[in-house]
């Protein structure tokens, strides 16, 4: 049974979490609160107000309702009132371009929250994700059969996106938010959304099984994923320099010798360097260039996404833009 929250030490809670996320940051300088309407982020926009330092409100209107537009001048209203300045609204357009509904709509709010912040100089972006939204995000991914990096999910700090609420529980959060003017979003109670199936379903079923503190257990293993994913980047950084040459090509017997761990990591680094869009480069493309390391035996080069494509040469691993091998192959059997 999920015991009461009082509103009034939830509001302290939230208030705590923001004054310590914001702490390095200098009093005088502006952040942009991310605001959606939701209890969420207007328990964030409200506790963000309470710090009395210069903060504005980012509201996206995805248009994906039909009061879509009302919804976000309320929001808009609220921020106004609890002190935010400016607000400013902004419509985006979220349908698909290539990916999923959610995908295509969280790129279109991430834009828009970048461009608002350029404009009005703001030196972070605040998110009102929770570790609720932690733990989800940590089980959509293990279904994917993700590795450590992915699987340490969102973290507190990336670059100016900052998420203050982290390691707060949603029913905290929300207890904050009480008396606000808040808006439930449908689709987050939409079954044909994964998230929301994972929110309402799976996880409830994974506390009945194993107890409440599973969502907490799974926003930590987040976190020390998060340490060690960053370990291994910075000594596979390392390793990669001694390994890498003027024209971009890396010492395959090096890699050889590297642990596997470091070598993918190497291996994915080169080909996004080469041109290799992020996005398309899955684990399976990383499998294939690594097998020209672990398991060479003559083999041709391999393809990847962008035009490019993998090959080795005289000890040596090239990525570069080159006509697909199946076209290559069929020229030189024309030749």
Known sequence: MTLPVDPAEAKRTVRSAVEECLADLPPAVRVLVAVSGGADSLALAQAVALTGRPAA???????????????????ACECARLGLDPVVVERVDATSKGSGPEAAARDARRAALEGIADRLDAVAILLAHTRDDQAETVLLRLARGSGARSLAAMAPVTGRWRRPLLDISRAVVRASAAGLDTWEDPHNVDPAYARTRVRHEALPALVDA?????????????????????????????AREALVAPDGSLDAVGLADLPRALRTRILRAAAISAGCPAGSFTSAHVDRLEALVSDWHGQGGVDLPGGLAGERSYGRLAIRRVPPVAERRRHEREE
């Open 57 to 75: 409100a980012g509201v996206i209107d995805h248009g994906l309702q039909v009061d879509s537009a009302e919804v976000a001048a309320r929001a």
């Open 210 to 238: 194993l107890g409440p503190d599973i969502v907490a257990g799974l926003a930590r293993s987040a976190r020390l994923l998060g340490d060690d994913a960053d370990t291994l980047d910075a000594l596979a950084r390392e």
